[in-house]
């Protein structure tokens, strides 16, 4: 794939289109007009196991289930709340780690420094040879905060799974301006992981338009579930969109 440069924008689904799995992906920016933040995240899957899900709405937090229950073979790594709201801050991740961070933002109501701090006790998902890396994001819903967000990915050091390398990305709120993140470069054996920086991406006006942007651009044959949510700034309110595959 050609390399972007460091100011290139490029549409959600410019890195999607085409690519047969790029895992489980995560987006934050702000709308267009300024007003809202933009957050998104999608599923992909390979094996029946990690294919047997769907996303449910639990108040302003969203949570994955089974399908069909009879057929979970270990729900340890697919089964978790991938969005959850403390306070002002909006959390999406892929993994159990989003209860990580809600645990340490409840305790010091302070956007700045939990986030990373919670990160700092975990470290990638232990599915060798994959070693899947744990992405996580949070962003600033209050209207001090400006739709500031945060994007953070923790990924194995070596092929052993032997030490661990975290990096953190932080962002101004830029309209019409958002970076995403997802695990996988594409499909292998080992699946080769995300590198590099979040990339920079357009957001476009509504959460209708992002997602169905999104859902179109995933692969068919692997894509699971998606949900975006547009939070208003200035009272809290938003609009969202979820898609399942195997529902509805």
């Not at 996303?55 to 009879?70: A, N, R, T, Y």
């Not at 905060?145 to 990924?155: H, V, W």
């Not at 169905?212 to 609009?239: C, H, K, M, Q």
Request: hydrophobic share 30%.
């Amino acid at each position: 794939m050609t390399q972007k440069t460091t100011y290139e924008t490029s549409a959600p689904a410019g890195r999607m289109k085409g690519n047969p799995y790029v895992g489980r992906g995560i987006l934050l920016g702000m709308s267009p007009d300024g007003q809202s933040q933009a957050a998104a995240y999608f599923i992909m899957g390979r094996s029946q196991n990690s294919r047997n899900r769907i996303f449910v709405k639990e108040g302003e937090d969203l949570k994955i289930l089974p399908h069909d229950p009879s057929k979970v073979e270990d729900p340890s790594l697919i089964i978790y709340y991938p969005v959850r709201k403390v306070g002002q801050v909006l959390i999406v991740t892929n993994g159990d780690q989003t209860d990580t961070i809600a645990k340490e933002l409840a305790e010091t109501a302070c956007f700045e420094g939990g986030f990373e701090k919670a990160l700092r006790t975990r470290t990638f998902e232990p599915d060798s040879p994959n070693w899947t890396p744990r992405i996580s994001g949070a962003a600033d819903l209050s209207p001090d905060g400006k739709g500031a967000y945060k994007l953070s990915i923790l990924k194995s050091g070596d092929p052993e799974g032997r030490s661990s390398r975290r990096f953190f990305f932080e962002y101004d709120a830029r309209p019409g301006i958002g970076h995403f993140i997802h695990t996988y470069v594409t499909d292998g054996a080992p699946l080769p992981t995300f590198t590099g920086e979040p990339e920079q991406v357009e957001i476009p006006g509504t959460a209708e338009e992002l997602a169905e942007e999104i859902w179109n651009a995933l692969d068919p044959d692997n894509r699971i579930s998606l949900y975006v949510r547009y939070t208003r700034l200035a009272d809290g309110r938003f609009t969202d969109r979820l898609i399942n595959r195997f529902e509805g």
